[in-house]
């Protein structure tokens, strides 16, 4: 089965610092995702990305987060300024389409788990 | 706003038992998919079993079966011939909209016990 790829899978800053965290989707994949995890807590939607621009953001995804798709296989995303609340596990996801009318399996990655110190 | 709600944050079961995990979840959309995730301690996520709101019948695959009440917003998975490998996380979650993010509930700790 196809993976979702996505690195590091730990990382460890400094609070204040920024970091990048990587993700390769599925290559015939059109959607892209980041959901985090808080230890112990439920995991949440950050940001869909779509044809090059955000299609959709939650309320976390503030100004400190940015996404980007750099070159044609990877999709990263930007913190900058780090916060010790950023601290959580981050998964990237993919999806061929959006749309909610097929039975379409999104594809999770392993997680990157962020550690803000 | 969608929301999930899993009202059991732990349960356990003896080893070839039978477990039912709840879930509900509101939302005012018509279409719509339900689907289960496990997130072992590796903490992939991984898909369990899905369900389509348009569907009257209950999805199935392998152990894993949920019953799907939709007027009562319900969607709870049963686990059948419980196995220690089966020791996880479960999250519940909601998918309504167009973009295909999902919404999810808080988890249930599922302990299998020899």
């Known amino acids: 089965e196809p993976e979702v790829t996505q690195t590091p899978s730990h990382q460890v800053t400094q609070m204040g610092q920024e970091v990048i965290l990587r993700c390769v989707p599925i290559?015939?994949?059109?959607?892209f995702y980041w959901y985090r995890q808080i230890l112990g807590q439920k995991v949440e939607f950050l940001v869909s990305?779509?044809?090059?621009?955000?299609?959709?953001k939650s309320e976390i995804f503030d100004d400190q987060f940015s996404v980007e798709r750099p070159d044609g296989s990877n999709f990263t995303l930007k913190i900058r300024s780090t916060k010790l609340e950023d601290s959580a596990m981050y998964f990237c996801?993919?999806?061929?389409?959006?749309?909610?009318?097929?039975?379409?399996?999104?594809?999770f990655g392993s997680g990157t788990q962020l550690s803000v110190l | 706003a969608q929301t999930v709600t899993q009202s059991q944050p732990e349960m356990s079961v003896q080893e070839a038992e039978t477990v039912t995990l709840s879930c509900t979840y509101d939302?005012?959309?018509?279409?719509?998919?339900l689907f289960w995730y496990k997130q072992p301690p590796s903490r992939q996520m991984i898909l369990v079993i899905r369900?389509?709101?348009?569907?009257?019948q209950n999805a199935t695959e392998n152990r894993f079966s949920v019953n799907f009440q939709k007027a009562a917003k319900s969607f709870s998975l049963k686990i059948s011939d419980s196995q220690l490998g089966d020791t996880a996380m479960y999250f519940c979650?909601?998918?309504?909209?167009?973009?295909?993010?999902?919404?999810f509930g808080k988890g249930t700790k599922l302990s299998v016990k020899p």
């Open positions: 369900q389509e709101a348009y569907k009257q």
């Open positions: 990305f779509y044809n090059n621009e955000i299609s959709e």
């Open positions: 996801a993919s999806k061929h389409t959006g749309a909610v009318a097929t039975n379409e399996k999104l594809f």
């Open positions: 939302t005012s959309e018509s279409n719509y998919y």
């Open positions: 290559s015939n994949h059109l959607y």
């Open positions: 979650a909601y998918n309504g909209g167009s973009q295909g993010n999902l919404i």
